[in-house]
């Protein structure tokens, strides 16, 4: 399953790349906000910490803690995918891991994360994230449904 996952990482690295790049060329040059729906705009943002801007002034330290903290966890995830041949769990953490080294690649090629999508209710704002962000979410809550749906046997 280790290459079903690695594939699904790739895919998830592709589009998250390929979006942002749109959302640069977009966004960015001239600087503007679009409107997508009464709920969701696509803003550009320049995110230098982790998930819902946490740790935004960590500065140049926090940018290479972060990739290295993140690096080493799908390292981590690729030992333990070696040895689990569940199908469905390897789609999750494939998802998971390609929206982890998406990120990466924001932080280690510019020092920041480009966010974009900025979903809103009235005037409360999500914090704006990106696909990546949303291949993570979207992998851990799966799993966790997974889990629940069909809990491991224990011997």
């Keep these: 399953m280790l290459r079903f996952s690695l594939i699904i990482a790739l895919v998830t690295i592709g589009l998250d790349q390929a979006t942002k790049l749109l959302a640069v060329n977009e966004l960015w040059n001239p600087y503007q906000v679009l409107r997508v729906f009464e709920f969701l705009n696509l803003?550009?943002?320049?995110?230098?910490?982790?998930?819902?801007?946490l740790f935004q002034s960590s500065g140049e330290i926090g940018r290479w803690v972060i990739s290295i903290f993140s690096i080493l966890v799908v390292i981590c995830i690729f030992f333990w995918l070696r040895r689990d041949?569940?199908?469905?769990?390897?789609?999750?953490f494939g998802m998971i891991v390609g929206g982890a080294l998406g990120n990466v690649i924001d932080r280690l090629r510019q020092g920041w994360v480009i966010d974009f999508i900025d979903f809103y209710v009235q005037d409360w704002h999500w914090p704006a994230f990106n696909l990546a962000d949303t291949f993570i979410v979207l992998g851990a809550c799966l799993l966790l449904i997974h889990n629940l749906i069909r809990p491991q046997k224990r011997s």
């Design 43 to 53: 803003v550009p943002v320049e995110n230098r910490g982790i998930s819902f801007g």
């Design 85 to 92: 041949k569940r199908k469905f769990p390897s789609f999750c």
